[in-house]
């Protein structure tokens, strides 16, 4: 039987939500809720096979009038949700019930915590998936703001003052930050309805038909109010105050949903949103590049100065964000490349590092870097994927991060602009610098508590993750051809300068 | 658009009184009356949705749901949450009189920008004309009062009325500029942000619990 685009896309994002329904009402049982929480994260990932496999061949696939829509660009995003989900599932399961708030709060509300955490995760998956399947500006918008939704209890999920902090500021910034973006979808949806005489006047599609019929002023005006909404939700300098805050009191598994996907969620709307004025306003791209530029030096200096390792790496995304909207902001195919290629490997480097930091924290119940020293004697399996995880991210040779890097400043090189250039090496100079040096202090030297000589490597099913996505680092370094048929064609449909 | 001459002064006046309840939920110390104050706003964008539907009868539909969500239940979580707080918010940033002045000024820029380049800002001909241009002015005003309230307020609870401000702001504008338009309704129904004070006033509830205050100042436990 031949599966519809309709069905497909339509089972992509509602296959996690009977899971999250079903993890809710078994969330007193033991033995369920982990296996559910797995198999509901590892559907999207076994349909977005044949959707990528679809979207190669057709060009893009669509359904419902084209309401939702997956071409190259969307395509990237649901393979690294799928993806980055399932392993974030994986390693959750052994992971949430090693935290002392298990041992605190007893083992009947534990359970049914836990309950929640899974089918909120499974939701929150669901939402990106959403956010990246449909056509329709507004929907976007409500997908986007889902997301914080179904996110902002997670971050909380401890409930101790700090996390409840960061969730309270999570929620405020990004609902604020994000509404501007709804001014501006209306803007345009009223500035472009007029033009559209067949088919809906929310559609992508259809508004980028009219684009150059509506005033300039109107354009600068959505313009800034989509950079300043999409752009707190991916969190660029200076909109990320949220960011280290969430990714670092949020469970593990949820810190690698928040840096290694849901920024780029953000991104993704960014640029769908600012794609509908490229090609007719190519000056929009200018003011990408300057957020970029000061997002990825402020995230590497403010990385530099961190004691805790998960607000080290949750500084590092804002400045790693920085690089991929530095290669949209130059505009050209290579930079388009450079920017998609550089968001696989920070995908793939930031969930590893944060994993990485979460069998730290299941071993030894310490994050700080000033308290830990010696941990590779006893932990050296973390400790490898570690250090691939930070060289990838400071871009040397062979791993991915090296490869998306080099394109990103041979685009640069390619449109003349060598103050980005030097900026950028620079900066890949500064992240280098944070990445080792903590890698270095964390698992050389001396061990500085009795704890850490207690130490040993987490279990199996934490450390499996953490070595797909090494072994996935070093490949895609060392056989990015795998990436290109797909890199190529969503670089291709880029609007250029 | 076909509006009688009533309906458009009525939207009009209507529009201009979101300017003072929203200036007065964000600066009235007491926080019953606030919550009274936003209730009477939300009373009153219902109201502005359902003249406008007078010409565009599916307006009905959203006006009946922003009846349920903006008034009902969002002023129901409001005065919930209030129960056992002090009466009056901790103390704010700027105070009543300089907010006086600050306001003043903002509402007398922004309404002479949105009257002066009328034709840089509205995306349609229909918001060059009375009352949709002073319907785009006000929600802009509304907007940033929102924000006002939520960058000049201490007390968590405010930063929530700060939120529905924001969002009632960018609900004109969508009515005043659209409202003709069949996926205006639509648009208005599933852009509500009635979850979203829902699960800050639950975050807000639990930082009480926890912190023992609302106050924002005292959330220092994170620094950058």
């Known amino acids: 039987m031949v599966c519809t685009n309709a069905n497909l896309i339509l089972m992509l994002i509602l296959a996690p939500l009977p899971f999250s329904l079903a993890v809710l009402l078994l969330r007193r049982s033991e033995i369920l809720k982990e296996p559910l929480t797995i198999i509901g994260s590892f559907i999207p990932l076994a349909i977005s096979v044949p959707i990528l496999q679809r979207v190669m061949d057709e060009g893009y696939i669509s359904a419902f009038g084209n309401e939702l829509l997956i071409d190259h660009l969307s395509a990237i995003f649901l393979l690294g949700i799928s993806f980055v989900g399932f392993f974030a599932s994986i390693f959750a399961h052994r992971y949430m019930r090693q935290h002392p708030l298990i041992a605190r709060v007893g083992v009947e509300i534990a359970e049914r915590r836990l309950g929640i955490f899974y089918s909120l995760f499974l939701f929150f998956l669901s939402t990106m998936l959403w956010s990246v399947s449909t056509n329709n500006i507004i929907i976007l918008w409500v997908a986007i703001e889902a997301t914080t939704i179904a996110s902002a209890l997670l971050v909380s999920f401890y409930w101790d003052r700090r996390a409840l902090e960061a969730g309270y500021k999570y929620l405020l910034l990004l609902t604020v930050g994000v509404t501007f973006s709804l001014f501006g979808a209306v803007i345009i949806y009223a500035a472009s309805a007029p033009y559209i005489a067949h088919g809906s006047p929310l559609l992508f599609t259809n508004i980028k038909e009219v684009i150059s019929k509506i005033p300039a002023s109107i354009i600068l005006l959505s313009a800034v109010l989509f950079t300043v909404g999409f752009g707190t939700k991916a969190g660029l300098a200076p909109f990320h105050p949220w960011l280290p805050d969430a990714h670092a009191e949020a469970p593990t598994p949820i810190s690698v949903l928040l840096s290694g996907i849901m920024v780029e969620v953000g991104l993704y709307a960014l640029l769908r949103t600012l794609g509908l004025f490229l090609p007719a306003y190519p000056a929009v791209a200018s003011t990408l590049l300057v957020l970029a530029v000061f997002s990825m030096l402020l995230g590497a200096l403010l990385a530099m100065v961190q004691s805790d390792l998960k607000r080290l790496l949750a500084y590092s995304s804002v400045s790693q964000i920085g690089y991929i909207a530095m290669g949209l902001g130059v505009g050209t195919y290579l930079g388009y490349y450079g920017a998609f290629y550089q968001l696989i490997s920070h995908i793939l480097a930031k969930s590893l590092l944060f994993m990485c930091v979460g069998a730290i924290i299941y071993s030894l119940a310490l994050r700080n870097i000033e308290e830990l020293g010696g941990v590779g004697k006893h932990m050296p399996i973390t400790m490898a994927c570690f250090f691939i995880g930070a060289f990838s991210l400071s871009g040397i040779p062979p791993l991915a991060g090296f490869l998306s890097k080099l394109t990103l400043i041979i685009a640069t090189a390619q449109v003349h602009l060598w103050w980005l250039l030097i900026l950028t090496l620079l900066t890949s100079l500064l992240t280098l610098f944070y990445a080792v040096r903590a890698a270095y202090t964390v698992f050389w030297g001396e061990e500085k508590s009795e704890v850490i000589k207690e130490a040993k490597e987490a279990p199996m099913s934490i450390l499996f993750p953490i070595l797909v996505f090494s072994i996935l680092t070093f490949v895609l370094g060392v056989y990015p051809q795998i990436l290109y048929p797909l890199l190529n064609s969503a670089s291709l449909l880029a609007p250029f300068k | ?224």
């Open chain 2, 1 to 224: 658009m076909g509006y009688s001459e009533t309906v458009l002064k009525l939207i009009s006046s209507f529009s201009l009184a979101l300017i003072i309840t929203s200036f007065g939920a964000v600066v009235t110390r007491n926080l019953r009356y606030a919550t009274y104050i936003y209730a009477v706003q939300a009373l009153l964008l219902t109201t502005i949705i359902s003249l406008f539907a007078t010409a565009s009868p599916t307006l009905f539909l959203w006006a009946a749901v922003a009846f349920i969500t903006k008034f009902l239940i969002i002023t129901w979580l409001l005065l919930s949450f209030i129960k056992g707080m002090p009466e009056y918010e901790v103390k704010a940033i700027i105070g009543f009189a300089p907010s006086v002045v600050i306001v003043t000024l903002l509402v007398i820029i922004l309404y002479e920008i949105t009257h002066k380049y009328v034709h840089f800002l509205a995306p349609t001909t229909l918001a060059t004309e009375e009352p949709f241009r002073t319907n785009v002015a006000v929600s802009l005003i509304v907007f940033t009062l929102g924000l006002y309230g939520i960058l000049t307020r201490r007390d968590a609870f405010k930063t929530a009325i700060g939120l529905c401000l924001l969002e009632n702001g960018a609900h004109l504008s969508l009515v005043s500029l659209a409202p003709g338009l069949r996926e205006t309704v639509i648009i208005g129904i599933v852009t509500d942000v009635v979850l979203g004070v829902y699960l800050l006033l639950f975050i807000i509830r639990g930082l009480r619990e926890v912190a023992g205050t609302t106050d924002t100042y005292h959330l220092t436990e994170l620094h950058w």
